[in-house]
T-cell receptor
Framework: DTGVSQDPRHKITKRGQNVTFRCDPI?????LYWYRQTLGQGPEFLTY????????KSRLLSDRFSAERPKGSFSTLEIQRTEQGDSAMYLC?????????????FGPGTRLLVL | AQKVTQAQTEISVVEKEDVTLDCVYE???????LFWYKQPPSGELVFLIR??????QNEISGRYSWNFQKSTSSFNFTITASQVVDSAVYFC??????????????FGKGTKLSVKP
């Protein structure tokens, strides 16, 4: 029984560099979410996919951020031209969406530090 | 607007004490779901419970119990006979099926629980 996995677990980069994170959801989960969590705060919603379609983006997701979920399986989150304010934990979650609101199961997160 | 407030930033107890974590929510939707997650130092959010707005029955699972009261918009979490392994940050979250936003969670700021031996 595999849960949500994320790679890498930690990333240190210099300001201005691009970074990409990967999330593998629980098998057969059709919804995939990205959240960002800064120190001392709760996670904040960034975007979500239903299968391969990106259905909603938060205003937190500036044009430097892009997310994909090709073929409705794994997802990638890319941050271009990183800034120090991007330092945070990036969490991925998945759920099996039916007609209501289902439980989201989270991965271990990718901790990003921008120097 | 949707909002979750966890007024207790940090709580410290001694092992075997009971502790209650408070959660107050705001929403205009009549259909919504409430969740509690645990975040140990490793960072992974662990799902604990999910309740929908039409089910106000309290729930008990081992040492954990939840009290959902729509009249006060609260969904409080009690740990009975706390243990050191309960030390973590606990998040309350709200999800409502409104407009095009289906299912994204709105989290409180969390309550850090420290259980000392």
């Amino acid at each position: 029984d595999t849960g949500v996995s994320q790679d890498p677990r930690h990333k240190i980069t210099k300001r201005g560099q691009n970074v990409t994170f990967r999330c593998d959801p629980i098998s057969e989960h059709n919804r995939l979410y990205w959240y960002r969590q800064t120190l001392g705060q709760g996670p904040e919603f960034l975007t979500y996919f239903q299968n391969e379609a990106q259905l909603e983006k938060s205003r937190l997701l500036s044009d430097r951020f892009s997310a994909e979920r090709p073929k409705g399986s794994f997802s990638t989150l890319e941050i271009q031209r990183t800034e120090q304010g991007d330092s945070a934990m990036y969490l991925c979650a998945s759920s099996l969406q039916g007609t209501g609101i289902e439980t989201q199961y989270f991965g271990p997160g990718t901790r990003l530090l921008v120097l | 607007a949707q909002k979750v407030t966890q007024a207790q930033t940090e709580i410290s107890v001694v092992e075997k004490e009971d502790v209650t974590l408070d959660c107050v929510y705001e929403t205009r939707d009549t259909t919504y779901y409430l969740f509690w997650y645990k975040q140990p130092p490793s960072g992974e959010l662990v799902f604990l419970i999910r309740r929908n707005s039409f089910d106000e029955q309290n729930e008990i699972s081992g040492r954990y119990s939840w009290n959902f009261q729509k009249s006060t918009s609260s969904f409080n979490f009690t740990i009975t006979a706390s243990q050191v392994v309960d030390s973590a940050v606990y998040f309350c979250a709200l999800s409502a099926d409104y407009g095009g936003s289906q299912g994204n969670l709105i989290f409180g700021k969390g309550t850090k629980l420290s259980v000392k031996p």
